[in-house]
T-cell receptor, first 114, second 114 residues
Framework: SAVISQKPSRDICQRGTSLTIQCQVD?????MFWYRQQPGQSLTLIAT?????????ESGFVIDKFPISRPNLTFSTLTVSNMSPEDSSIYLC???????????FGQGTRLTVV | DQQVKQNSPSLSVQEGRISILNCDYT??????FLWYKKYPAEGPTFLIS?????DKNEDGRFTVFLNKSAKHLSLHIVPSQPGDSAVYFC?????????????FGTGTRLKVLA
């Protein structure tokens, strides 16, 4: 299994500011995925980050709000820009496992915007 | 439109008994289904998956059953243990835009009573 480290684990931020979340994987992976879990909701895919190309965003998510970097095969960042209280969520990084239909997650970043 | 639904937000079971967690889906193009367990302040942990061409997959105390005609799957935990107390997410896999994506349900909180 892949070991995924996410930083920070939690943060409380002022509205209007930005936060960058880091995701480090212990092995090289082609695709990295960023999810959001709002309170009481399911995990929702924000975007897919492929090394060497622009991230692919899901409907309802835009690059200006959630810019993503993928500088190499083991690292990615997600920035939550110009934050509002509605951005308060858990943000999760994920990678595919080596077997089909087996995805691994970081421990998540719990973001509270005040 | 919620393509993966977990209609029971919570479930309580006595230790040693069977826990049955249910999940319904709407998209017949899903090719794999997965179950994840999530403890507080941790990321989801992969438990078990099943291909859409199978009707049962077993791994130790965990068995997943798939009823394609009803678009329904269930996770059985036998016997249930207090350490199984967590939130369980059902997820479905769909190949789209050159990659596999996972769509999650809202989760069921399982409490196993000692």
């Amino acid at each position: 299994s892949a070991v995924i480290s996410q930083k920070p684990s939690r943060d409380i931020c002022q509205r209007g500011t930005s936060l960058t979340i880091q995701c480090q994987v212990d092995s090289q992976v082609t695709m990295m995925f960023w999810y959001r879990q709002q309170p009481g909701q399911s995990l929702t895919l924000i975007a897919t980050a492929n090394q060497g190309s622009e991230a692919t965003y899901e409907s309802g998510f835009v690059i200006d709000k959630f810019p993503i970097s993928r500088p190499n095969l083991t690292f990615s960042t997600l920035t939550v820009s110009n934050m509002s209280p509605e951005d308060s969520s858990i943000y999760l990084c994920s990678v595919e496992g080596f077997l089909r239909a087996e995805a691994f997650f970081g421990q998540g970043t719990r973001l509270t915007v005040v | 439109d919620q393509q993966v639904k977990q209609n029971s937000p919570s479930l309580s079971v006595q230790e040693g008994r069977i826990s049955i967690l249910n999940c319904d889906y709407t998209n017949s193009m899903f090719d794999y289904f997965l179950w994840y367990k999530k403890y507080p302040a941790e990321g989801p942990t992969f438990l078990i998956s099943i291909s859409s061409i199978k009707d049962k997959n077993e791994d130790g105390r965990f068995t997943v059953f798939l009823n394609k005609s009803a678009k329904h799957l269930s996770l059985h935990i036998v016997p249930s243990q207090p350490g199984d107390s967590a939130v369980y997410f059902c997820a479905a896999s769909l190949y789209t835009s050159g990659t596999y994506k996972y769509i999650f349900g809202t989760g069921t909180r399982l409490k196993v009573l000692a």
